[in-house]
């Protein structure tokens, strides 16, 4: 039986269906005490095909012989946690330590917003008497 070059395609992204599920990007929850981890990732696919019919030399012959393949591809990248504690959510990134002191500033920015939110709720609260 000749293989097309739609069938292999067919069959190709079926099979990456089937490595890739939903599970991939967001992982199964781990739950620790009151802190729940969720991993987060990138998956990248990619697949390619490519072939051609071939005319047959027997002229008494109607079909011609197809020749050709197909082929896929995926990429699991972990990029990041989500920690889950006391209501909050925090975002711990997996990635190469920033290179600049722009990168570095844009890193420390939640963590300075929490800081300057927590300190103008403790200003804001008075002392019981």
């Known amino acids: 039986m000749s293989q097309t070059l739609p069938n292999m395609l067919e069959n190709t992204i079926a099979k990456i269906r089937e490595m890739i599920d939903v599970n991939s990007v967001v992982g199964q929850p781990i739950t620790t005490g009151d802190v729940t981890i969720i991993p ?12 051609s019919d071939f005319v047959s030399k027997n002229a008494n012959k ?7 393949g197909a082929g ?7 990029i990041a946690f989500l ?5 909050s959510v925090r ?4 990635a190469a330590p920033a290179n600049t002191t722009a990168d570095r500033v844009v890193e420390m920015v939640p963590d300075v917003l929490d800081k300057v939110a927590a300190f103008l709720d403790s200003r804001t609260e008075k002392p019981a008497e």
């Open 40 to 51: 987060i990732s990138k998956v990248s696919v990619g697949f390619a095909g490519g072939g």
């Open 62 to 68: 109607q079909e011609n012989p197809f020749g050709g």
């Open 72 to 78: 896929g591809g995926v990429k699991v990248t972990p």
């Open 83 to 87: 920690v889950v504690k006391d209501g």
């Open 91 to 94: 975002m711990l990134p997996v």
